[in-house]
């Protein structure tokens, strides 16, 4: 490339106004310039360039997808492919460009001017290989992006199909370098540019509102609910993450047969192995029948794995080695293995990577599930949806109570919901909508076929939220460490001694306080993922337990009588 050529290039990105307009300046100049190489080649006339495709995707999630594609003829409509996973990782891994030999296998660079083979065999993930050889791609060339910090945040990749090239050099050596000037000037506009507005997006029954920060999240995600591999949705809890991952079901080829939900949250680490895999009878105390497990009943359909970073280390392994060998076997069943046909979704609201950065969750299980990550942005940052989402909401509300009915929201609410913070994001909405709703039917005496829910009956609503300037959970719990530890300095004053073994006594404050307010022990306990100890009327006594706890810390502190005093006497 000489010099007008690349200043007409800067010219070009500079000019551009989105980052598809920037993606798409560059990959047509890299598939010139592989054109260019090829032609001058000894390959000139026996292979093709075929295509070439940029994404971005920092660690949480892939934010845009780009692909140039000269095998189409023009007018047809975008056919999306995926960018090869495998490559991903090797790009991150080396930080620097690689070539793939598909058929072979083979993955190499070209340092000091010369092939170096980085793997015979590493470009081996199924999936990856048969969707580029059904392409037709025999080679593969992926640049890495860099965000303005310099790390790899995106990869830009060029396809060609020349089956004579296979186990040859073909044209990378002549076009590495300018595959990679290519990306360096361009990676400034990607990393900075803003994306084209998306379309307005279809909605439909699973998916009834989609704002415009969504739709281009949304449009990716048709293209990754087709697919087999692995898709992770994160995002906080309550975006939605639950009914993304059945919109995507619905979406894919499976979507006749069954879309299973595990709730790891729900789930007690001791039972999460036999919930995924199932059991024989007598393979523990209490199997008293064969039962199958969500891998099972999810067969040919997907399974939805929530809260996956609340698996266990052992289960971790478990499930780790089903998603490499695509078999399992029920617990306590010596016969033969199962094959595993179920595509996975996976949910977690915490960044994945940090818990392996902790300890707590495997790297290699977190490389085998974060093939296809997306995040699912907070209500907070989806404003344009709030005030739909709320009439959506007030509606089924209402014919839950009134089928057919009809329910209108106040002009004004719409102000109302928008200025506030949703930290809850959907289901708070949710909530503060059927707040709102039950406030509107002590004004209107009973559900008639129409109701409107005014601006007063939400301010009511929200009144009982917790707003924006509020501190947060963490924040509240160690104002109570610090009431106890200053408690602790007044009774050293004295010469006296506060038991750090009293603080257990917060477990009781949380249990009795959770009694209180749901009226059930058993909701209780339930609402804190304890349900295996009420399944087994453990609760009463363990509930018990922590009454005594609390009774004590109320005496060290010198209080009379301690609260929920009732709640560890009956059975009821
Ligand atoms: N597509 C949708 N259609 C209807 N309601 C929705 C939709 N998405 C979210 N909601 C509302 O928001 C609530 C939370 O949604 P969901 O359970 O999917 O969130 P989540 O992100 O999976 O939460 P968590 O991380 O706590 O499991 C739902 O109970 C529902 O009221």
């Known amino acids: ?13 500079r000019k551009a106004r989105t980052f598809e307009d920037a993606a798409l300046t560059m990959l047509r100049e890299m598939l010139d310039a592989a054109q260019a190489a090829l032609a001058e080649s000894g390959f000139s006339g026996r292979g093709r360039i075929l295509r070439g495709m940029a994404h971005w995707r920092p660690s949480d999630g892939y934010r845009r997808l780009v692909l140039l594609d000269d095998t189409q003829r023009s007018g047809e409509p975008a056919i999306h492919h995926l960018p090869s996973a495998s490559a991903w990782r090797w790009v991150v891994t080396r930080e620097g460009p690689i070539a793939i030999d598909v058929p072979l296998g083979r993955v190499w660079t070209w340092q000091n001017d010369a092939a170096k083979v980085l793997k015979e ?3 081996s993930g199924q999936d990856s290989v048969l969707r580029l050889t059904s392409r037709d791609t025999s080679h593969l060339y992926a640049i890495p992006l860099r965000a303005l910090h310099g790390a790899v945040e995106g990869m830009a990749t060029v396809e060609a199909g020349c089956p004579r090239a296979v186990g040859e050099d073909f044209i990378f050596p002549a076009l590495q370098e300018s595959l990679e000037l290519l990306a360096e000037l361009a990676a400034p506009y990607l990393a900075t540019l803003p994306p084209r507005p ?3 997006g279809v909605t439909d029954d699973l998916l009834p509102v989609l704002g415009q920060s969504m739709a281009g999240l ?3 995600l048709r293209v990754f609910a087709l697919q087999e591999e692995t898709l992770l949705i994160g995002g ?3 975006a939605g993450k639950s009914r993304l991952a059945r919109w995507c079901h619905a979406r894919s080829v499976r979507r006749g047969a069954p879309f299973e939900v595990l709730d790891l949250i729900a789930v007690p680490e001791e039972l999460q192995m036999a ?6 009878k007598g393979a523990f105390t209490g199997a008293v029948r064969d039962t199958p497990g969500c891998i099972t009943r999810a067969f040919k359909g997907t399974l939805f794995i929530d809260e996956i970073d609340k698996l266990s280390l052992k289960a971790q392994a478990g499930l780790l080695q089903l998603l490499e060998s695509r078999t399992y076997r ?5 016969a033969r293995e199962q094959q595993a046909n179920v595509r996975f979704i996976v949910g977690s609201n915490v960044d ?3 818990q392996v950065k902790a300890g707590r969750f495997r790297e290699d299980l977190y490389y085998r599930i974060n093939v296809l990550p997306v995040k699912l942005p907070p209500l907070d940052e989806r404003r344009d949806e709030i005030a739909e989402w709320a009439r959506f909401m007030a509606l089924r509300r209402h014919r839950e109570s009134v089928p057919g009915g009809e329910a209108r929201i106040a002009a004004g609410v719409e102000r109302l919901l928008v200025e506030h913070t949703w930290p809850g994001n959907l289901r708070q909405l949710d909530n503060v909508v059927r707040r709102a709703y039950a406030l509107a039917l002590m004004t209107h005496g009973d559900a008639g076929p129409e109701i409107l829910l005014e601006e007063k009956h939400f301010a009511r609503a929200l009144s009982y939220e917790r707003g924006s300037e509020r501190r947060s959970t963490l924040d509240d719990v160690r104002a109570a460490a610090v009431a106890v530890v200053e408690e602790a300095e007044r009774q050293q004053g004295k010469g006296l001694v506060l038991d750090l073994d009293l603080s257990d006594a917060f477990r009781g404050l949380v249990l009795g306080t959770a009694v209180e307010r749901l009226g059930s022990k058993d909701a209780a306990f339930r609402l804190f993922g304890k349900g295996a100890q009420v399944q087994a009327r453990n609760h009463h006594k363990m509930l018990r337990r922590e009454m005594e706890k609390v009774e004590a810390l109320c005496k060290a502190l010198g209080e009379e009588g301690a609260p929920f005093r009732e709640l560890g006497d009956d059975e009821a």
Not at 275 to 280: A, D, N
Request: hydrophobic fraction near 45%.
């Open 236 to 238: 906080p809890t309550g």
């Open 121 to 123: 065999g590493g470009f």
């Open 275 to 280: 919930e995924l895999f199932g059991w024989k």
């Open 1 to 13: 490339m000489n010099q007008r050529h690349i200043l007409a290039f800067i010219d070009r990105l």
């Open 352 to 354: 994945l990577y940090d």
């Open 218 to 220: 949304i449009d990716m």
């Open 198 to 200: 998306a379309a307005a």
């Open 330 to 334: 029920p617990i306590g069943d010596g």
